[in-house]
């Protein structure tokens, strides 16, 4: 939702067939870091002969020229993925000085019985309408507030996002006039699931996560912090969810 492309290459081999691509995307996360992701891959046939370590050259180059036209205001951050078993990745990363920051996960629960977790009293549920925009961001910006490496939406984009959804798998937990919990079901996925930190430790998230996956009926995903800061995926973990794929991500300073 909140990337965008700023710059591609592609690299043939002799026979005019692709041998690999290199790419950024950008944003500034709400700590002011401004972090550039170069991401790339090479078809199997053509490893191990240096070329993935040109392509990133080539991303950090076209980096420097990006940021010599658009400075930015706070730190500058180059970022790189790597997938948990990608031995080559994570090696040419390390040796270009890249330091693993963060790791986000897949996780995946099978069809089963679902856990019931009313919602405590006092608490209702409902279904999400675009004129929630401006009360999920608040929700989001105390929900996130100190944590790293976050960039939210806007009450804007988050509007547009619910225009664009099936609403019948969003849900939010409210308490009087307030909104005490959100929960996301796109497809088979959990998309998003966040309580008000005045409302943690009540069971709302439970509560939540176990109406997300009745609707859904059947097997369910979704992508959190490997790290687990705020318990989320321990939370998932007690409702059978287990990691399938792990994706971490590696950053050094632009110098």
Known sequence: ???????????????????????????????????????????????RRGLGGRLLDETEAAVRALTATQPATGPVMLGGNATEGDHGREALLLSRGYRRALTMVVMRREPGPVPDK??????????????????LRRLSERAWAGRPFTRLPSADQLRDWLRRSDLTGFEVATTG???????AVVGDEIDDLQVDPDFQRRGIASALLGRALTRIGGPARLRTEGHDPAGARSLYERFGFRVTESHHRYRKPLR
Request: charged share 30%; net charge negative.
């Open 177 to 183: 006039d307030r909104i005490a919990g959100f929960a």
């Open 118 to 135: 009313p919602l405590p009293e006092g608490f209702q549920a409902r279904t999400v309408t675009a004129d929630d925009a401006e009360a």
């Open 1 to 47: 939702m909140y990337e965008f492309a700023e710059w591609s290459l592609v690299a043939h081999a002799a026979d005019g067939a692709m041998a690999g691509w290199a790419s950024i995307r950008s944003w500034t996360e709400d700590d002011g870091v401004r972090v550039y992701l170069t991401r790339g891959e090479v078809r199997a046939e053509d490893r």
